[in-house]
């Protein structure tokens, strides 16, 4: 199925069951899908904008919707008092709320929103240079029966926050744990493996959320081994940065010499 299909048909699930499509776009600046940008299916979608992201700002994030009445609502959810007293009209109906918001306060700090539309201005470049970097990587390690680089469909384009390989221990003999400590040690310092970025059900708040949430109480019980398949990919997931500039492209090679270079020599690893 083409992911353009895939997505209309998702749209289409939300009209039947009259379920909301908001987008979770926090990692995906600039990507599209069958030349549609992630982030404009759905009535609003949030990007994250910390450190790392594709887009950054150091830290922040923003909602994107054509929604006037979700735009609103975001306004009373993260701000309070003057914003939302100049920008939500006495029409809507909570504008009432305009002095208080919701309690809350999550408004982006200026000189990060300063930022954060500098470097929107350089996001396609950047985004081309993630690009080729990755495919520099994924040409490299072609042809390695123990490391699986992500397939790609021609109708997307990523933002490449990071590139995904997944290690198949039974094709080696050796763990994750030992492959990893091999690749550190030949100056693989930025690999990783995801760590609190794992199913949701290895997650505390999903196993017994009552302690935070007293409403959930009983009502969600997730134990580890309800997603075998998640979790097994998430175990032997590891992840590559993918840089963006020409300058760059040596020290991917590096990366892809080093898992060559462990592979050679698995059998040392043994025993």
């Known amino acids: 199925m083409g992911v353009t299909r895939a997505n209309t048909q998702l ?7 009259g379920v909301q499509l908001l987008e979770d776009a926090s990692h995906a600046h600039g990507a599209t ?4 940008k992630v ?3 759905g009535r609003a979608s949030a990007f994250s904008m910390n450190g790392p992201k594709p887009l950054s700002a150091g830290e922040g994030g923003f909602v994107r919707t054509d929604d006037e009445y979700v735009y609103y609502r975001v306004l009373l959810h993260g701000q309070y008092n003057k914003r939302c007293r100049n920008e939500i009209p006495d029409s809507f109906g909570l504008s009432r709320y305009n002095v ?12 990060a929103a300063a930022i954060a539309l500098e470097q929107l201005d350089h996001l396609d470049k950047y985004l081309v240079g993630r690009a080729n ?13 123990a490391v699986v680089t992500p397939w790609h469909d021609s109708e997307v ?7 995904a390989l997944l290690y198949k221990e039974e094709e080696l003999g050796v763990p994750i744990e030992r492959f990893y400590e091999a690749l550190k040690a030949e100056g693989c310092a930025e690999l990783d493996r995801p760590g609190s970025t794992c199913p949701l059900n290895l997650l505390p708040l999903f196993q017994e959320p009552g302690p935070m949430f007293p409403q959930y109480e009983g009502k969600l019980s997730y134990r580890p081994g309800d997603f075998p398949q998640a979790e097994q990919v998430h175990r032997n997931t590891l992840e590559l ?5 020409e300058d760059d492209v040596p020290i991917a ?7 060559r270079k462990v592979i050679k020599h698995i059998n040392e690893l043994k025993g």
């Open 253 to 259: 090679m590096r990366y892809v010499s080093a898992i």
């Open 157 to 163: 384009r990523s933002s490449w926050y990071g590139l």
């Open 33 to 36: 899908v069958g030349g549609h």
């Open 39 to 41: 982030g404009t299916f």
């Open 100 to 111: 208080t918001g919701m309690g809350l306060k999550h408004r982006i700090h200026p000189m």
């Open 241 to 245: 940065p993918v840089w963006h500039r």
């Open 11 to 17: 749209e289409g699930l939300g009209d039947v069951y």
């Open 133 to 145: 970097v990755a495919e520099r990587i994924c040409e490299g390690l072609d042809g390695l029966y």
